[in-house]
């Protein structure tokens, strides 16, 4: 199985940061890389998928780049509605893993 | 716009069976593979399952393997888990989420979820 290990686990931000998530594979996944958004009661929200790819109506804000093993989500000028669990999830190869999650909180 | 409505939630006895259903509309159905993602109180996403547009091929997570069964009904717009000899660790909140593509692919679409719990 494909192991999918993200960084950090959990961050604190003020409104207007900029932050970043990293994601690794533990082989190469080339793009197949997605990122979701996931707030408590909520569906999880597509944000970035084949790593670089803004999924429509997400804001510009966000920002995925990588390939290979290594991963990165950028989120420009943080918003309050952007306080959520981040993951990162691979769609190379059945089992589709997910990392294990980044709590991104108000400062 | 797409949408999922998962139901068939609740209490069951380990050991016992449950079916989750996922109710599809604003979107051609049978066009889609469709996964099943659970969540764990506390812990993170986990996938469980995948069906092929066509119900052709299905996929598990090694936890699930032998014990869940999806399935889909095409001309209803409904997709299944049939949760067999179920664990206490297959307490989750399930959800569905469909597959826009082929290799890979994107999960654009997911539901809210509908909570299992397993306890005697």
């Known amino acids: 199985d494909i192991q999918m290990t993200q960084s950090p686990s959990s961050l604190s931000a003020f409104v207007g940061d900029r932050v970043t998530i990293t994601c690794r594979a533990s082989q190469s996944i080339s793009t197949f890389l997605n990122w979701y958004q996931h707030k408590p009661g909520k569906a999880p929200k597509l944000l970035i998928y084949d790593a670089s790819r803004l999924q429509s109506g997400v804001p510009s804000r966000f920002s995925g780049s990588g390939s290979g093993t290594d991963f990165t989500l950028t989120i420009n000028t943080l918003q309050p509605e952007d306080f959520a669990t981040y993951y990162c999830?691979?769609?190379?190869?059945?089992?589709?893993?997910f990392g294990q999650g980044t709590n991104l909180g108000i400062k | 716009q797409g949408q999922l409505v998962e139901s068939g939630g609740g209490v069951v006895q380990p050991g016992r069976s449950l079916t989750l259903s996922c109710a599809a509309s604003?979107?051609?159905?049978?066009?889609?593979?469709m996964h099943w993602v659970r969540q764990a109180p506390g812990k993170g996403l986990e996938w469980v399952a995948v069906?092929?547009?066509?119900?052709?091929?299905?996929n598990y997570a090694g936890s699930v393997m032998g014990r869940f069964i999806v399935s889909r009904d095409n001309s209803k717009n409904i997709l299944y888990l049939e949760m067999n000899s179920v664990r206490v660790e297959d307490t989750a909140v399930y959800y569905c989420?469909?597959?826009?593509?082929?290799?890979?692919?994107?999960?654009?679409?997911w539901g809210q979820g509908t909570l299992v719990t397993v306890s005697s």
């Open positions: 989420a469909r597959l826009y593509g082929d290799k890979g692919g994107k999960w654009d679409y």
């Open positions: 069906i092929w547009y066509d119900g052709s091929i299905k």
């Open positions: 604003g979107y051609t159905f049978r066009s889609h593979g």
């Open positions: 999830q691979q769609s190379y190869s059945s089992p589709y893993t």
